[in-house]
């Protein structure tokens, strides 16, 4: 069974980190690119973040960039998102997606596989 499993998720205060985590079972993630989206309460998924299969590509909103990583390591099938100098506004539950084209790999169509989500709460 094709499945991605996203963890790392939890409730940290604003300027905290955490390292989300986006691990394959049943295939592996070499030949896909990556995305990390998010989805708030009342509000639509959006991109957060991408990496093509090699890794030697990546995308970032602009609401992200700087303090946002993403990374992969295909030896354990898993790619990573960290994320630093959190805000309230990053609360969502984040989404990974594995897809076969990088071009345009911020919009949600793009991708075949998804996780379940995990929750990131950012509040004091």
């Known amino acids: 069974q094709l499945q991605l499993v996203e963890s790392g998720g939890g409730l940290v205060q604003p300027g905290g980190s955490l390292r989300l985590s986006c691990a394959a079972s049943g295939f592996t993630l070499d030949y896909y690119n990556i995305g990390w989206f998010r989805q708030a309460p009342g509000k639509e998924r959006e991109g ?9 590509s990546t995308n970032y909103a602009d609401s992200v960039k700087g303090r946002f990583t993403i990374s992969r390591d295909n030896a354990k099938n898993t790619v990573y998102l960290q994320m630093n100098s959190l805000k309230p506004e ?6 990974c997606a594995a897809g076969a084209l990088f ?3 911020m919009l ?3 991708y075949d596989f998804w996780g379940q989500g995990t929750q990131v709460t950012v509040s004091s």
Not at 48 to 56: A, D, E, N, R, T
Not at 90 to 95: L, P
């Open 103 to 105: 071009r345009l790999c």
């Open 90 to 95: 990053d609360t969502a539950v984040y989404y």
């Open 108 to 110: 949600s169509t793009r």
């Open 48 to 56: 957060v973040s991408c990496i093509s299969s090699s890794g030697g």
